[in-house]
């Protein structure tokens, strides 16, 4: 387990970019928090790391994924805050992408019984100084 403390959203930008380097495909990274915690910030400076090409990467909230070609692999960026039920991240097609690049799951308490066992678990709290302890597991 790693802990680190965000003071900014600098330190979660650089913080996202070095677990970055560690990605390969077939990696899923499951990340918690509340609204505002900075899920999207990680995933953001997550995604731009790997593909340094690409300028706007959107939240999505409301397309519930985006994908982006990396050089070695596909990213599936995953926000599951809307769905009613995990059944319906079938639609998506989740399983194939756990499989054929890394995930980025935001909101994955939503599709808890689909996740794989192998999974990393990247917890951002928002703590009482409006920092922020991120937990990887």
């Known amino acids: 387990m790693q802990r680190f403390i965000s003071k900014n959203e600098e330190d ?13 495909e077939g990696t899923v990274i499951a990340l918690y ?7 999207s910030v990680f995933c953001r400076a997550f995604i731009q790391s790997l593909c340094p090409f690409i ?13 982006y070609e990396a050089r070695s692999f596909d990213i599936y960026h ?14 998506l097609g989740i399983e194939e992408a756990f499989f054929a690049g890394v995930c980025l799951i935001e909101w994955p308490e939503k599709i808890a019984p689909l ?6 678990k990247i917890t951002i709290e928002i703590q009482e100084d409006q920092s922020r302890l991120i937990t990887v597991e």
């Open 115 to 120: 996740l794989p066992k192998k999974i990393k």
């Open 78 to 91: 995953f926000d599951m805050y809307r769905l009613k039920n995990p059944e319906e991240a079938f639609e």
């Open 33 to 39: 928090g509340t609204l505002g915690a900075g899920k």
């Open 55 to 67: 300028d706007d990467v959107p939240s999505p909230t409301f397309t519930l994924l985006q994908t």
């Open 12 to 24: 979660t930008i650089k913080i996202a970019k070095e677990i970055a380097l560690t990605a390969k």
